[in-house]
């Protein structure tokens, strides 16, 4: 005998609808917890992307010169430029023969002296260029001078500064989806207050960067080797800056420039410049060095310091 | 032989009140875990919003957001050298902080405006008996 199991209507369907129920209810918030979700998701992409791609945009020449200009403008307000018409126009005549020898040719470089003791030399993105009266009582000749100048020529013809945003921007954006700064110059057009606070930000991160930590040591070994180049192409001795930075070694001054903190360290700069002297036989004995040119347009150096 | 269930009629409200209750239980959580997550990312965007504001107060952006801080160790260094010398060593914070006057951006147009006439100039390179190439 075989038994019946079958059901009548009356048993199934109270479990049937049951089942339709739980499938009716929990429909929505399945539905809203994966949708909410994935729209989330999307979204904080979708502004992580936007943040990553306006920060990874190259800084144009024109946003390099605003950064440049800004920066300059902090550094003469704080230490202030030294006007003496000779020595300025002295300082422009080796900056202009030594930066004509530079690849980087679409921007203008422009020099001055700052009312400083300290031993430094500066540069600023697009084209600003700044020499302290500490370093100028330091050189011993023109060549010397040459050497500082082509330096930091050389930082402005490599970028350095410029590629530090840029790549301290790629990394933030990406690690976060916090506002970037260069993402604010890109999107910003040029003269508005958000360009204008951009650059300004800008500005003040390279000039705490230049002066407390400075540019990393692969960059100050790059503009070393592309400053012995300038000078050399430019006429003057390839050997001026390795003169002058073994003369600051030795120097009291040392103890009180900030050079020691935000550079590698003289011995190394000074093995890696005379590496290239000796492989591009650059040792030229004859080059001129112009002490006595030096010494009479920087002659009211002399009389500052002993003041 | 008809196996008779005693379930009839009457188990319907009783089914439906239970699938009903097991479908609140089992969707509660995920009810709660999209509300936070939704409260998170409201969060989140309002951390963002402020630190962004944060730094824009301070003038920090996040331009050496991804180097090493400058760190007080440094600014320290600083100050000490900065007593031994005559002006002192430059602190970089200090020269950030400064806005510059109308002034100063003048001195920076008589910089930008500046250059030695290319005649002077050869003549400068070759009273130093410079060749350049």
Redesign the interface.
Known sequence: MTPNLRLRTSEWAPWVAGILACAALSAPAMGQFGGFKKALDKVQSDQRLKKIEEASKPISVEQERDIGREVAAKMIAAIHVYRNDPLTRYVNEVGATVSVQSERQDIQYHFAVLDSNDVNAFSAPGGYVFITLGALQLCQDESELAGVLAHEVGHIAAKHVIHEIEDANKKGAAASALGSTVGDLTKNAPGSAAYQNAIQNIAKNIIINLFNKGLPAKDEYDADQRGVRYAHAAGYPAGGLERFLGAFESSTAKAQSNITITHPPVKDRNERMQQLIVQQNWQDADRPQLEDRYATLTAMLKSKSGS | ???K?K???A??????V???A???A??LP??V??QQ??EK?QD?QKQ?QA??DQ??KK??????????A?TTQ??D??KA?AS??????????????????SA??Q??TD??N???PQG??KK??E???????
């Open positions: 032989m008809i196996v269930t379930v009839g009629r188990a319907f409200p009783l089914a439906l239970t699938s009903v097991v479908t609140i089992l969707t995920l009810r875990v999209a997550d939704q990312a989140q963002d630190q962004t730094q824009k003038g920090g952006g996040g331009i050496f957001g991804g180097l090493k400058v440094s600014s260094q600083n050298t031994a010398g005559t002006k002192g060593a430059l602190d970089g914070k200090e020269i950030a902080d400064k806005t510059p006057t100063d951006m001195q920076v910089m930008e500046y250059s030695v002077d100039l400068f390179q009273d130093g008996h410079l060749q350049p190439k």
